[in-house]
C-alpha cells in the first residue's frame, strides 16, 4: 500500500515497521535498467551489455540512482573484474545505507575495492583516491561513480598540488560559516573561476584554499599537470544520462528504501562526531536526517528536503558530465 513519504517514514524509523519487520526496499533499485540504450549523432540503438569490451578497462559514470552500480556488478561477474569505487562519499566507513554503497552480498559476490575505508576525520582528496587506484591496475576493473573530479583526474591527468595546511583550512572553514561560500568565491582569480563548478561549495573552498596557500590560483596548478593513469583511448568510457523524470521517481524511492532500512539509525550513530563542516557531512541526506535528531525539523520535512537535495546533486552531476565527458561513449536511460 503507497503511503505519503512523511508516514511511511514515521512508521519505518528504526527500520521496522509496526509489527517490527524490516521492510524490503523496492528490488528494481538494485537492477541495472532493463533497457540500456543510447543515441548518438541523433541515432537511437540498445547497446547491449555483450558489446562492452571484456579486456580494457571499463568506466562508468552516472548520477545517482541511475542503476550504475549494478551494472558494474554484472561487468565484474562476467568478465572476473575488480569493482572500484568512484563515488568521493562511498569511501566514508560510517555511510554504507545513506550512501547506497554495494550490500555485502555484492561486496561477497565479486571483490569491490575503495568503499568504506576511510575514516570519518581521515583526509582524504582525489589525489589519496588515484594513487590508491593506481595500485589496482594490475587487474581488470570496472570503476564506478558519479563522482566527475574523480574520473577527470583519472583521464585528464591531477596537478601535483602542495597539501594545504591546516591553519589555511580552519580559516576557510571559520570564513565559510561567517560569510559563506560565496565569500570565498569572489576572491578566486578569474582563470579558476572560469573552471570550476561555482555553485559547489566544496570545489569553491579547495580552490580558495590552493590559492590562499600557495599564490597561484588552481587552474595555474592544472596547466601544469602530469600524463592521465587512464587516458581514454586506453579503456572503455561509459556515461549514463537518465531521463530527469525517471531518474527522479527512482531518488524519491530509493530514499524512502534508505530510511526503510536503517538511514536514521545510520545518521543518529553518529551525533556525538558530528561536525558539519567536514566532507563526510557532506552525505546527502545526512545534514537533513541530522536536524531532525536534532529536533530541528519534522521528519517528514527532512525526508522531503534531502529528496530535494539529492534531486539538486543528480543536476549538478548531469550538468558535469555533459560539459566535461563528450567524448565518452553515452547511454540514455530508460
Known amino acids: 500500500m503507497k503511503t505519503r513519504a512523511g508516514s511511511t517514514c514515521e512508521r519505518r524509523f ?5 509489527g517490527g519487520r524490516v521492510p524490503s526496499p523496492d528490488p528494481t533499485l538494485g537492477q541495472a535498467p532493463a533497457e ?43 568478465d572476473g573484474r575488480v ?15 545513506l550512501t547506497a554503497r554495494p550490500p ?11 568503499y568504506g575505508h576511510v575514516g570519518r576525520a581521515q583526509p582524504y582528496s582525489v589525489g589519496h583516491w588515484l594513487r590508491e587506484v593506481a595500485g589496482l591496475l594490475d587487474r581488470p576493473v570496472v570503476i564506478v561513480g558519479g563522482t566527475g573530479l574523480y574520473f577527470s583526474a583519472l583521464t585528464e591527468g591531477l596537478a601535483d598540488i602542495p597539501p594545504v595546511p591546516a591553519t589555511v583550512r580552519a ?47 588552481l587552474a595555474a596548478w592544472q ?15 561509459l556515461v549514463l544520462r537518465p531521463e530527469v523524470d525517471w531518474l527522479n521517481a527512482r531518488i524519491d524511492r530509493r530514499f524512502d528504501a534508505m530510511i526503510a532500512t536503517g538511514a536514521l539509525d545510520e545518521v543518529a550513530a553518529e551525533r556525538m562526531f558530528w561536525k558539519p563542516s567536514e566532507p563526510y557531512a557532506r552525505a546527502i541526506g545526512a545534514p537533513e536526517m541530522m536536524a531532525f535528531l ?4 519534522a521528519l517528514e520535512d527532512a525526508v522531503a528536503a534531502a529528496k530535494i537535495a539529492s534531486r539538486q546533486y543528480a543536476k549538478r552531476q548531469r550538468t ?8 565518452w561513449r553515452t547511454v540514455d536511460l530508460p
Not at 42 to 69: D, H, N, Q, Y
Not at 104 to 114: F, G, K, M, Q, W
Not at 172 to 193: H, I, N, S, V
Open 14 to 18: 528504526g527500520g521496522k515497521d509496526r
Open 36 to 78: 540500456f540504450g543510447a543515441r548518438r549523432k541523433g541515432r537511437e540503438g540498445l547497446i547491449p551489455i555483450e558489446s562492452i569490451s571484456r579486456e580494457a578497462p571499463v568506466l562508468v559514470a552516472g548520477p545517482t540512482a541511475s542503476g550504475k552500480s549494478a551494472l558494474a556488478l554484472e561487468l565484474a561477474a562476467r
Open 83 to 97: 569493482v572500484v569505487n568512484a563515488d568521493a562519499l562511498q569511501v566514508y566507513g560510517c555511510w554504507r545505507v
Open 104 to 114: 555485502v552480498e555484492d561486496e561477497t559476490a565479486v571483490p569491490h575495492a575503495l
Open 171 to 217: 580559516e576557510a572553514d571559520e570564513r565559510r560559516k561567517a560569510e559563506g561560500f560565496a565569500a570565498l568565491r569572489d576572491e578566486l582569480d578569474a582563470a579558476t573561476a572560469g573552471r570550476i563548478d561555482l555553485l559547489n561549495p566544496a570545489r569553491v573552498q579547495r580552490a580558495w584554499e590552493v590559492l590562499r596557500a600557495t599564490g597561484r590560483g
Open 223 to 237: 596547466e601544469g599537470t602530469a600524463p592521465p593513469l587512464m587516458p581514454l583511448s586506453r579503456v572503455e568510457a
Open 294 to 297: 536534532q529536533g530541528n525539523m
Open 320 to 327: 558535469w558530465f555533459r560539459s566535461r565527458m563528450g567524448s
